[in-house]
């Protein structure tokens, strides 16, 4: 009998520690289950058979993409310490030059669009560092490793499906669909769905390629900036001084005032003198709290917002921009 207990309590031992395995790493059946499934799918969607077989062929979850979905860093930088650490002299010294460098095909580009060359410049610095890095992961890897597992699987799905589709369409092989390990691809790191939304074919050759075509590049990201209200002719706000006695509830970008109004209750420019008399509206933001400093962004700005939901990625952005287009404008007064 006791022997039989021992037998019995060495069986439940195993029987746990095959259970504690982690589902990515339990063998290929589960997983290849799940993408049975998902073909299905896909080709009720209307992807080809032959793009499948080609994408979806040895296709196995990466454990090393897990690892970074479970141990991303707490972002917990200050506002002025994220802005030193983002908005860097090289940065500007390189993105003024490639102002200037490609200043015919951004001008161009603002005429279609709206949208003004240091915007798309600045974003282009902090999403690749001008496209110098793109990622190395390949996005079909990585939208399928987070598809199957259980944490944002729908989302994922979905995006994985978008991947599948971009490629069926022959925008970009298999191959070089390179990203970050959660998808983010190109130049411009977009989500496949945000490609297939709002990618253009710049330079008309059949294909929307935010991998190596500068137009593609800065149509697509101009076309993403409008479709999201971006106001040609405008900039996107400006740091402000706020009177000592003020109502904290008109903060937030869900409050939208003029510049009269924003004046009437004493909001300054933060060298103290009058707002600009334009007949435009603004919201009142506080991205480190009362004790950081205050901004009154506009439409443009809340339009960036939408690339990337930080008020820290977003006022890095214009300020890049800013200190950028005036750098360009020292080298132009230089060589002239």
Same mark, same amino acid.
């Given at each position: 009998?006791?022997?039989?207990?021992? &037998?019995?309590?060495?069986?439940?031992?195993?029987?746990?520690? =095959?259970?504690?395995?982690?589902?990515?790493?339990?063998?290929?059946?589960?997983?290849?289950?799940?993408?049975?499934?998902?073909?299905?799918? !896909?080709?009720?969607?209307?992807?080809?058979?032959?793009?499948?077989?080609?994408?979806?062929?040895?296709?196995?979850?990466?454990?090393?993409?897990?690892?970074?979905?479970?141990?991303?860093?707490?972002?917990?930088?200050?506002?002025?310490?994220?802005?030193?650490?983002?908005?860097?002299?090289?940065? #500007?010294?390189?993105?003024?030059?490639?102002?200037?460098?490609?200043?015919?095909?951004?001008?161009?580009?603002?005429?279609?669009?709206?949208?003004?060359?240091?915007?798309?410049?600045?974003?282009?610095?902090?999403?690749?560092?001008?496209?110098?890095?793109?990622?190395?992961?390949?996005?079909?890897?990585?939208? !399928?490793?987070?598809?199957?597992?259980?944490?944002?699987?729908?989302?994922?799905? +979905?995006?994985?499906?978008?991947?599948?589709?971009?490629?069926?369409?022959?925008?970009?092989? @298999?191959? *070089?669909?390179?990203?970050?390990?959660?998808?983010?691809?190109?130049? @411009?790191?977009?989500?496949?769905?945000?490609?297939?939304?709002?990618?253009?074919?710049?330079?008309?050759?059949?294909?929307?390629?935010?991998?190596?075509?500068?137009?593609?590049?800065?149509? +697509?990201?101009?076309? &993403? @900036?409008?479709?999201?209200?971006?106001?040609?002719?405008?900039?996107?706000?400006?740091?402000?001084? @706020?009177?000592?006695?003020?109502? *904290?509830?008109? #903060?937030?970008?869900?409050?939208?005032?003029?510049?009269?109004?924003?004046?009437?209750?004493?909001?300054?420019?933060?060298?103290?003198?009058?707002l600009p008399d334009a007949d435009i509206s603004a919201s009142l933001i506080q991205p480190s709290?009362? *004790?950081?400093?205050? =901004?009154?962004?506009?439409? *443009?700005?809340?339009?960036?917002?939408?690339?990337?939901?930080?008020?820290?990625?977003?006022?890095?952005?214009?300020?890049?921009?800013?200190?950028?287009?005036?750098? !360009?404008?020292?080298?132009?007064?230089?060589?002239?």
């Amino acid at each position: 009998m006791r022997r039989n207990f021992r &037998f019995f309590r060495l069986t439940v031992y195993i029987l746990i520690a =095959f259970l504690s395995v982690p589902q990515v790493c339990t063998g290929n059946v589960e997983f290849d289950t799940w993408l049975t499934g998902l073909r299905a799918e !896909a080709i009720a969607g209307g992807i080809s058979s032959e793009t499948l077989d080609i994408a979806l062929k040895d296709l196995k979850p990466v454990p090393r993409i897990i690892e970074l979905d479970r141990n991303q860093p707490e972002f917990k930088r200050s506002f002025w310490s994220y802005q030193k650490l983002v908005v860097t002299e090289s940065r #500007i010294k390189r993105g003024a030059e490639m102002l200037i460098t490609h200043r015919d095909l951004l001008e161009r580009i603002k005429d279609r669009y709206g949208v003004q060359p240091r915007f798309l410049v600045a974003i282009w610095g902090l999403e690749t560092n001008f496209g110098s890095y793109k990622g190395k992961f390949s996005v079909i890897r990585a939208t !399928a490793t987070l598809a199957h597992d259980a944490r944002r699987s729908k989302f994922f799905r +979905s995006e994985l499906l978008h991947s599948l589709r971009i490629i069926d369409e022959g925008h970009i092989s @298999l191959e *070089n669909m390179l990203g970050s390990w959660a998808g983010a691809m190109g130049q @411009l790191q977009f989500m496949p769905s945000t490609f297939t939304q709002l990618a253009v074919d710049e330079d008309n050759d059949g294909r929307k390629d935010i991998w190596q075509s500068l137009p593609d590049v800065f149509g +697509s990201a101009s076309n &993403f @900036l409008s479709s999201y209200g971006w106001m040609p002719g405008y900039t996107w706000g400006r740091q402000v001084k @706020l009177p000592q006695v003020f109502d *904290n509830d008109l #903060i937030g970008t869900g409050t939208n005032r003029t510049l009269a109004e924003w004046q009437e209750t004493g909001v300054r420019r933060y060298n103290g003198k009058d707002l600009p008399d334009a007949d435009i509206s603004a919201s009142l933001i506080q991205p480190s709290g009362s *004790n950081g400093p205050s =901004f009154l962004v506009y439409k *443009n700005y809340k339009a960036i917002l939408r690339w990337n939901r930080s008020h820290l990625y977003a006022l890095a952005v214009c300020r890049l921009a800013d200190r950028i287009a005036y750098r !360009a404008s020292l080298k132009d007064m230089v060589q002239k």
